[in-house]
């Protein structure tokens, strides 16, 4: 068990441009979520996964994000045309959803600067 | 949206004292839970309390839950340098399949 893989850890891009984060989430873990955090404030949900399926999507996901979850296993987070206010960290948390607890697991978040 | 309300915001102590956060929240929950949060890094799970649960003990960490008031705390007893992070309570609601994160608590132990 390696725990949850976010990748990259640190973006840097030019407003406009388009950025994607990938997640690994614990092999046996069928929920995947992405969360974002911005400077001094808690995680606001984004969206999550059962298995491959999307089942819920926050409002703060504009049509810009795209979130992928291919095969059941690793997730993609795609963010188009990137704006200054899209500068946040970005963390993806999984877990087993029959497991004894309903802690989540995070990866160690993917942080984005859009200059 | 972010459902709970924590407080302090923040906290600063001596090491060695006990450090208090409270959270309140707004709509019925199947459970409630704090996480940890070391500067530029991920979330870590710490205590989870169950709805008909009152009060939970872990290593130097106690967490009560009131949900006639909507509320919770969590007690680290004994601080230690090594404590010092930003620590969030997350409500687990009723019929949501997420967890929805307070704003948090950064707590600084002073050596």
């Known amino acids: 068990d390696t725990g949850v893989s976010q990748n990259p850890r640190h973006k840097i891009t030019k407003r406009g441009q388009n950025v994607t984060f990938r997640c690994d989430p614990i092999s046996e873990h069928n929920r995947l979520y992405w969360y974002r955090q911005t400077l001094g404030q808690g995680p606001e949900f984004l969206t999550y996964?059962?298995?491959?399926?999307?089942?819920?999507k926050s409002r703060l996901l504009s049509d810009r994000f795209s979130a992928e979850r291919p095969k059941g296993s690793f997730s993609t987070l795609e963010i188009q045309r990137t704006e200054q206010g899209d500068s946040a960290m970005y963390l993806c948390?999984?877990?087993?959803?029959?497991?004894?607890?309903?802690?989540?697991?995070f990866g160690e978040g993917s942080r984005l600067t859009v200059l | 949206s972010q459902q709970g309300e924590e407080d302090p915001q923040a906290l600063s102590i001596q090491e060695g004292e006990n450090a208090t956060m409270n959270c309140s929240y707004k709509t019925s929950i199947n459970n409630l839970q704090w996480y940890r949060q070391n500067s530029g890094r991920g979330l870590v799970h710490l205590i989870l309390i169950r709805s008909n649960e009152r009060e939970k003990h872990s290593g130097r960490l106690r967490v009560t839950l009131d949900t006639s008031k909507k509320s919770s705390s969590l007690l680290i007893t004994a601080s230690r340098a090594a404590d010092t992070a930003s620590y969030f309570c997350a409500t687990d609601p009723q019929g949501a399949q997420k967890l929805v994160f307070g704003q948090g608590t950064r707590l600084t132990i002073n050596p």
């Open positions: 996964f059962q298995n491959e399926a999307q089942l819920e």
């Open positions: 948390a999984s877990r087993w959803l029959a497991g004894l607890t309903g802690e989540l697991f």
